[in-house]
């Protein structure tokens, strides 16, 4: 029904900033979107996540103050503002999107960001 492609990974520093984007692909979007990242040797986390008209954000304790989400309708794309990088953040990063019962149906392939001290 949707399909997702993240992009902007990279490697950066410390202290460092990236923003990465989503695309999907589809008839509507309209769902709640939400971005998760997976360490290597750890599982899946959540980091941000954002309702269908924007109003509305989240974040994990761990980037709030550091990361935003937002998102654009009329482009069907939803982005994450990475700001103060820390090592810490390295990680495969996955955009999803998800229905009204709040599961994530939908997965992009995923991103790489490396943050170097």
């Known amino acids: 029904q949707v399909q997702l492609a993240e992009s902007g990974g990279g490697l950066v520093q410390a202290g460092g900033s990236l923003r990465l984007s989503c695309a999907a692909s589809g008839r509507t979007f309209t769902y709640h979107m939400g971005w998760f990242r997976q360490a290597p040797g750890k599982e899946r986390e959540f980091v941000a996540n954002i309702i269908p008209t924007g109003s ?13 989400i937002s998102r654009d309708n009329a482009k ?5 503002e990475m700001n103060s990088l820390k090592p810490e953040d390295t990680a495969v ?3 999803a999107a998800g229905g009204i019962g709040g599961q994530y149906d939908y997965w992009g392939q995923g991103t790489q960001v490396t943050v170097s001290s």
Request: glycine share 4%; with cysteine.
């Open 56 to 68: 509305v954000t989240s974040y994990a304790d761990s980037v709030k103050g550091r990361f935003t």
């Open 76 to 80: 069907k794309m939803i982005f994450l």
């Open 93 to 95: 990063y996955y955009c």
